[in-house]
T-cell receptor
Framework: EAGVAQSPRYKIIEKRQSVAFWCNPISGHATLYWYQQILGQGPKLLIQ????????DSQLPKDRFSAERLKGVDSTLKIQPAKLEDSAVYLC????????????FGQGTRLTVV | GNSVTQMEGPVTLSEEAFLTINCTYTATGYPSLFWYVQYPGEGLQLLLK?????DKGSNKGFEATYRKETTSFHLEKGSVQVSDSAVYFC????????????FGTGTRLQVTL
């Protein structure tokens, strides 16, 4: 079974530029998550999709971050404009439509804003 | 709201030593509990899980028991190896099919020869 795919693996941008990350979840997984992991901290949920609907985006900085999941499969997360404090690893995860199941994580995208 | 508290790291142990990493949680309802591991340069992987009180999750010699009375899910291993060096995250998941995962801050384990 293929895992969660993310791209790019690494990205360096200047502040005020824009950036986009892509995620392809495991086939059949209805739930998709985007997490932000700042160095030395645990992952923080940014947004959660169930199919192509948003379940929770309460911690997404909506003035600069946006995310979509077209057709309930792939997802993109965008930051525009980026700030220095956005430097982090952005993790995508997915989980199947089962009770009390775990999430499966991709390798992440390491973003450095300079 | 839901939260997870882990012991501060880093934890440094000699090979074959006993490991305990403490984890306590605050949650409404009856969450599932997880331990994830992040090896250097790799993504988060599920290590073990427990979905109800008194369940014991186990994998690769690691164990954790879901203790509802103390709201804890401490990770233990009887004899650690150098290859266990990694960052360990405790997490809780809300019930239902669209579970929301909340993570602790992580505990770095360094095992030396």
């Amino acid at each position: 079974e293929a895992g969660v795919a993310q791209s790019p693996r690494y990205k360096i941008i200047e502040k005020r530029q824009s950036v986009a990350f892509w995620c392809n979840p495991i086939s059949g997984h209805a739930t998709l998550y985007w997490y932000q992991q700042i160095l030395g901290q645990g992952p923080k949920l940014l947004i959660q999709f169930q199919n192509n609907g948003v379940v929770d985006d309460s911690q997404l900085p909506k003035d600069r971050f946006s995310a979509e999941r077209l057709k309930g499969v792939d997802s993109t997360l965008k930051i525009q404009p980026a700030k220095l404090e956005d430097s982090a690893v952005y993790l995508c995860a997915s989980s199947p439509p089962r009770q009390n199941t775990e999430a499966f994580f991709g390798q992440g995208t390491r973003l450095t804003v300079v | 709201g839901n939260s997870v508290t882990q012991m501060e790291g880093p934890v440094t142990l000699s090979e074959e030593a006993f490991l305990t990493i403490n984890c306590t949680y605050t949650a409404t309802g009856y969450p599932s509990l997880f331990w994830y591991v992040q090896y250097p340069g790799e993504g988060l992987q599920l290590l073990l899980k427990a979905t109800k009180a008194d369940d014991k999750g186990s994998n690769k010699g690691f164990e954790a028991t879901y203790r509802k009375e103390t709201t804890s899910f401490h990770l233990e291993k009887g004899s650690v190896q150098v290859s266990d060096s990694a960052v360990y995250f405790c997490a809780l998941g809300t019930t239902g099919t669209a579970s929301k995962l909340t993570f602790g801050t992580g505990t770095r384990l360094q095992v030396t020869l």
